[in-house]
């Protein structure tokens, strides 16, 4: 086969090294790729954003299977482009992945099938918005509507701040047009977890837990960012909860989408909060998690392309995926300043040494190469160090052993990657 993934980042570099690593592979792009990825598939420099040019490439090449990474391609409509020009594209429609670019159509959705989120209102008039908080009370939490590169969520601990976010976004238009209409929901108390599924448009096979540390600083603290590490199994993940997650939110919600006339095909990546009374959803992701995706594919002992190609075919039915039981970890390393702007073209040395440390794999995130061939930084999150071993305690060990061996002054990373489960101790899956 010929294969094309989208995108730039390190989920796209954990993709192309799982697909290339599949017997049926002929020829693996990837556009537009970074340093990094081009030790596995070859780069193409068309932007991820760039719909006709994409489509035009994988006609030119008679692509037989197109993964999307990054959700704005997938919102821009470039499945629905491929699907009309023949081409398999693993990842849902533009009609589909508004359970993503829309909080509003999402929270209505849940609403329409009683698939349990938090309480809500959508508003795109400022008065209207404050007399919500004024009646519901802090905290509660603000959001933009549309795509704002996870930036567009405040919790707010008091009704003024809340006051403050709503001008934020529908007068003073921080957002643009992501924040011309927001959601205002209910804060909830409780363990977050995500939880991935394979959905063909009406079934969904769950895969291996993953979580993800969305905090910069060490301890969960300081702003939120794309995500700083992650870890699989999750131990938070029990069969109990995995069971209730499928049958309250990831079942009733492929039923839904697909009565609705808006099959949906790809990942679907739910946030959750274990609470009280169960688990509830704060938001839908139409693709994989940025850096769950790192530790979910060295993971899998199966082919993933047949499992991607059976998700489009919509032959997800009887089809099964096999994890290892090792656990897997990644730290992300991200320049200095990072979720700030940040400098790029800083030179980063010893990443052949770091990547010989046993069990460890280096996945490039935002990487270039120099005149003189040496890998430089080009953007916030940097590498994904992802070490796999017996259990997530021995995974850490690794990977911050690896990191220890890079050289790179202008990098930091989270000393504390997956605390929560190795404080656990346990397994899970
Ligand atoms: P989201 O992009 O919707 O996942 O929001 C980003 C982060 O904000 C989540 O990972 C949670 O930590 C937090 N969050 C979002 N919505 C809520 C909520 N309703 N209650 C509590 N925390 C929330
Ligand atoms: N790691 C969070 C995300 O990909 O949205």
């Not at 990825?37 to 692509?63: K, P, S, T």
């Not at 850096?291 to 039915?317: F, H, N, T, W, Y």
């Amino acid at each position: 086969m010929k294969i094309l993934v989208v995108g730039s980042g390190g989920r796209e570099h954990a993709l192309c090294w799982a697909i290339a690593a599949s017997p049926l592979v002929d020829r693996l792009w990837c556009a537009p790729g970074n340093a990094g990825i081009a030790a596995n598939a070859e780069c193409v420099g068309i932007a991820a954003g760039d719909v006709d040019g994409l489509a035009g490439f994988a006609r030119e090449q008679a692509i037989d299977l197109v993964v999307i990474g990054p959700e704005a391609p997938l919102a821009a409509g470039l499945a629905d482009r491929l699907a009309a020009l023949g081409i398999r594209a693993f990842g849902p429609s533009a009609d589909a992945a508004m359970l993503e670019a829309s909080k509003g159509f999402m929270k209505d959705l849940c609403a329409r099938h009683r698939v349990p989120t938090a309480a809500y209102g959508r508003f795109s008039e400022p008065e209207a918005a404050k007399a919500h908080i004024a009646a519901a009370g802090a905290p509660i939490v603000v959001k933009a509507d549309g795509l704002a590169a996870g930036k567009g969520v405040i919790i707010c601990d008091t009704a003024s701040e809340a006051t403050r976010a709503v001008d934020d976004m529908l007068t003073e238009g921080t957002f643009g047009a992501a924040g011309r209409e927001i959601v205002i929901e209910e804060f909830l108390e409780g363990e977050e977890l995500s939880f991935f599924a394979l959905v063909d448009g009406e079934h969904a096979l769950p895969l291996a837990s993953a979580q993800d540390h969305k905090r910069v600083g060490d301890g969960d603290t300081g702003p939120n960012t794309g995500g700083m590490g992650a870890y699989s199994p999750a131990p938070a993940c029990t069969d109990e909860i995995a069971g209730a997650v499928m049958d309250t939110i990831i079942h009733p919600t492929v039923r839904a989408m697909k009565a609705e006339g808006r099959p949906y095909r790809g990942i679907l990546y739910a946030g959750l909060i274990l609470t009280a009374d169960g688990p509830k959803l704060l938001e839908f992701n139409v693709r994989f998690g940025d850096p769950e995706c790192q530790v979910l594919m060295p993971r899998l002992v199966s082919d993933i392309v047949p499992a991607l190609v059976a998700a489009c075919d919509g032959e997800l039915g009887n089809f099964d995926l096999r994890w290892r039981d090792e656990a897997a970890l990644t730290v992300v390393m991200a320049t200095q300043g990072y979720p700030g702007p940040v400098d790029a073209g800083s030179v980063i040395g010893g990443l052949d040494e770091a990547a010989e440390t046993e069990g460890v794999t280096i996945f490039h995130a935002a990487t270039a190469r120099s005149e003189t061939g040496e890998f430089v930084s080009s953007g916030g999150r940097v590498l994904g160090v992802t070490a796999v071993a017996a259990t997530v305690a021995e995974a850490q060990q690794r990977a911050y052993g690896a990191i220890d061996r890079i050289d790179w002054p202008d990098g930091f990373c989270r000393r504390d990657i997956g605390w929560r489960a190795v404080r656990q101790g346990g397994q899970s899956d």
